[in-house]
């Protein structure tokens, strides 16, 4: 069953079931008022009748009596040892007719020649002290035919509230499915298609089903966005891998024409091959990286970056020699120790690759962030080209690049890195004087307002 018809189902016959009990409480509350208000003047009118019989012992001053108080449309007799004494009817309908009453009630409802009867018993004292009972009955067809008008106002009434009840359920169903339909429909055509088609949002309604759309369309945005970054990815690798390949493949067709008889020709080769080789696989692995940072969770814990700094200036002075001058001022910060190493390791890479000089590793606490700078004396970059540094594969000179056996994907890592500690980089640069790369870590795990 469609969900449209489910909503539209349940919520009628709910409804209906709502309402139907509605009448019945109604009804019987009704009737049981009426029956009940019946009785107590039927009730009262034979006690007040039992009190005149008690000032008389005259059986035709008795009979008087009844004559007076016999209900219009029913009956009153004296019931003396078990058999009936006196007796007064307006009705032909109650010859032989005998009440019977359920056990403790004080009145009773039955048929006589099919019409309904209400009957009480009173049993009272004569004057002379002898024991009797009052019967009195009286017809209930005044009150049945009411009790029939209400049953059929009610039942009208149902029928007519359903009318509305069915249009609004139709309505409400509709209000629902709509949206869900649509958004099924766009998915349905997104599979077909390989589209990223988002759909058309009316209102900026508050409630859930707008909230899906809006959820929809942002999760559709991403994937798009995702996929596009994919391509560009993966066109930018294909593109970068297909240089260092065509340059190995011409070296070794060249070995295979010629041989290995020229000795220059061959160790010209052989050096080519492995360096192409070595930037090959420092691409791969700067790639890899890049998909392993958004794989990897981060795992944020109180740093103390004098000590890292300190740390990481000592590892690498092994490695480079004495080349690097740290200066820190003490804090701690929330963050992932090791990819803020990696980050900064990016930058200390580029500094000992494009420049000779001493490299500067300054950390200053500012108010909302420890500003990290890595400083360096080297060839600078042009101003117009700074703002693309960060981009993956850009490189600021190709001829430099081959020097240093860079990928153009160091920074782009650095900016994901920075991106997932909730940190900022940035970078500026003269030419012929340095750069200066800058790394703004929040002292919490959230960030700043920078
Ligand atoms: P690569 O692996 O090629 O160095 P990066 O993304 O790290 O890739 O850097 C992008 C470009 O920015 C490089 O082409 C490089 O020329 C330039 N660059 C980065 N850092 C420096 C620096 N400290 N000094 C001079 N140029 C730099």
Not at 30 to 55: C, N, P
Not at 112 to 141: C, V
Not at 249 to 256: F, G, I, T
Not at 406 to 426: N, Q, S, V
């Amino acid at each position: 069953m469609k969900l449209r018809t489910k909503i539209h189902t349940y919520t009628t016959a709910l409804m209906l079931l709502m309402l139907v009990c509605t009448d019945l409480a109604v009804y019987y509350v009704y009737e049981k008022m009426t029956y009940d208000r019946e009785a107590s003047h039927v009730i009262k009118r034979g006690e007040d009748l039992i009190t005149l019989l008690q000032g008389t012992d005259s059986r035709e001053e008795a009979t008087e009596m009844l004559r007076a108080y016999v209900p219009a449309d029913g009956a009153v007799s004296i019931v003396q040892q078990g058999k009936k004494s006196l007796k007064v009817q307006t009705t032909s309908d109650l010859e032989g007719f005998k009440p019977t009453f359920e056990h403790g009630a004080s009145y009773a409802i039955n048929r006589a020649d099919d019409k309904p009867f209400m009957s009480t018993n009173t049993p009272f004292i004569w004057k002379n002290g002898d024991i009797a009972e009052l019967h009195i009955s009286q017809s209930l067809e005044e009150t049945e035919r009411n009790l029939y008008m209400l049953r059929l106002v009610l039942t009208i009434v149902t029928v007519l509230a359903m009318l509305p009840i069915l249009l609004s359920n139709m309505a409400l169903s509709r209000v629902i499915t709509q949206p869900i339909e649509r958004l099924i429909a766009t998915m349905r055509r997104n599979k077909r298609s390989g589209e990223f088609e988002t759909i058309p949002l009316a209102s900026k309604g508050k409630d859930e089903l707008s909230e899906m759309g809006r959820t929809f369309n942002g999760m559709i945005g991403q994937i798009e966005e995702n996929y596009r970054k994919q391509e560009q990815f993966l066109s930018n690798a294909s593109h970068e891998l297909r240089t260092p390949l065509t340059i190995i493949e011409s070296y070794a067709s060249l070995l295979k024409r010629r041989g290995t008889s020229n000795a220059d020709i061959t160790k010209e080769a052989v050096e080519a091959i492995a360096s192409e080789s070595k930037r090959m696989k420092a691409m791969m692995e700067q790639m890899l990286a890049l998909a392993k940072n958004t794989e990897q969770a981060v795992v944020f814990n109180r740093v103390n970056i004098k000590s890292m700094l300190e740390e990481m200036a000592e590892q690498l002075t092994q490695v480079y020699g004495e080349r690097y001058v740290v200066q820190a001022e003490t804090s701690i910060c929330v963050t992932d120790e090791a990819k803020l190493k990696q980050l900064l390791f990016i930058f200390l890479d580029n500094a000992r690759r494009y420049s000779d000089d001493v490299i500067e590793l300054t950390a200053r606490c500012e108010s909302q962030y420890v500003h990290i700078m890595v400083r360096d004396y080297g060839e600078g970059i042009p101003k117009e080209m700074l703002a693309r540094v960060f981009e993956r594969f850009y490189r600021v000179s190709e001829d430099r690049n081959r020097q240093s056996g860079g990928t153009g994907l160091g920074l782009a890592i650095a900016k994901e890195l920075a991106e997932r500690l909730h940190a900022k980089i940035d970078i500026d640069s003269t030419v012929g004087q340095g750069t200066t790369l800058h790394c703004y870590v929040p002292y919490e795990r959230e960030g700043f307002d920078a």
